[in-house]
T-cell receptor, first 113, second 110 residues
Framework: EADIYQTPRYLVIGTGKKITLECSQT?????MYWYQQDPGMELHLIHY???????EKGDLSSESTVSRIRTEHFPLTLESARPSHTSQYLC????????????FGSGTRLTVV | QKEVEQNSGPLSVPEGAIASLNCTYS??????FFWYRQYSGKSPELIMF????GDKEDGRFTAQLNKASQYVSLLIRDSQPSDSATYLC??????????FGKGTKLSVIP
């Protein structure tokens, strides 16, 4: 069973609202990632972090920000939600266990109305 | 641009048959190779990883790697309806990030 947790599991929110998607892992992994995935579509990397106080943007600019103040916690914030942000957001982490293969959380399905 | 290519499918196989899923990658420096299974509406789950040329077996699953041909495959023996899912190939090339393919949808017909 994966030890990486995402909350909320589902979220419906109005346009213009600020939201934070939570991701926490108990495995002590240094590397953490946020992906966006529409139903039946490919994964798009939004942000990643290789350790505390280290964050980078991925290939997809989603007008979001992340922080990594603690190893176990990697929240994603949307300052002003738009309908185009409607998607599934997946958090993942990795270390040398399984060769840096990712362990994914259960995801947050976001709907912006 | 690192690319990972998979046939999107759907690949349909009868129950009990061998399902063969294929993946090619563009970066010759790739060092690690992963297969994920993703059920509809769920998150990807790591099922196999391989580093060295040849075969790696785990239960009904066998991963095969050929670096010279830049090709990695996943065989599923005795396919079951519960194997019906999308299978994602992912490749690591030195950095910690993985490059994912778009996935192959497998349907196992009872």
């Amino acid at each position: 069973e994966a030890d990486i947790y995402q909350t909320p599991r589902y979220l419906v929110i109005g346009t213009g609202k600020k939201i934070t998607l939570e991701c926490s892992q108990t495995m002590g992994h240094d590397k953490m990632y946020w992906y966006q995935q529409d139903p039946g579509m490919e994964l798009h990397l939004i942000h990643y972090s290789y350790g505390v106080n280290s964050t980078e943007k991925g290939d997809l600019s989603s007008e979001s920000t992340v922080s990594r103040i603690r190893t176990e916690h990697f929240p994603l914030t949307l300052e002003s939600a738009r309908p185009s942000h409607t998607s599934q957001y997946l958090c993942a982490s990795s270390d040398q266990t399984a060769g840096y293969g990712y362990t994914f959380g259960s995801g947050t399905r976001l709907t912006v109305v | 641009q690192k690319e990972v290519e998979q046939n999107s499918g759907p690949l349909s196989v009868p129950e009990g048959a061998i399902a063969s899923l294929n993946c090619t990658y563009s970066d010759r420096g790739s060092q690690s190779f992963f297969w994920y299974r993703q059920y509809s509406g769920k998150s990807p789950e790591l099922i196999m990883f391989i580093y060295s040329n040849g075969d790696k077996e785990d239960g009904r699953f066998t991963a095969q790697l050929n670096k010279a041909s830049q090709y990695v495959s996943l065989l599923i023996r005795d396919s079951q309806p519960s194997d019906s899912a999308t299978y994602l190939c992912a490749v690591g090339a030195g950095s910690y990030q993985l490059t994912f393919g778009k996935g192959t949808k497998l349907s196992v017909i009872p």
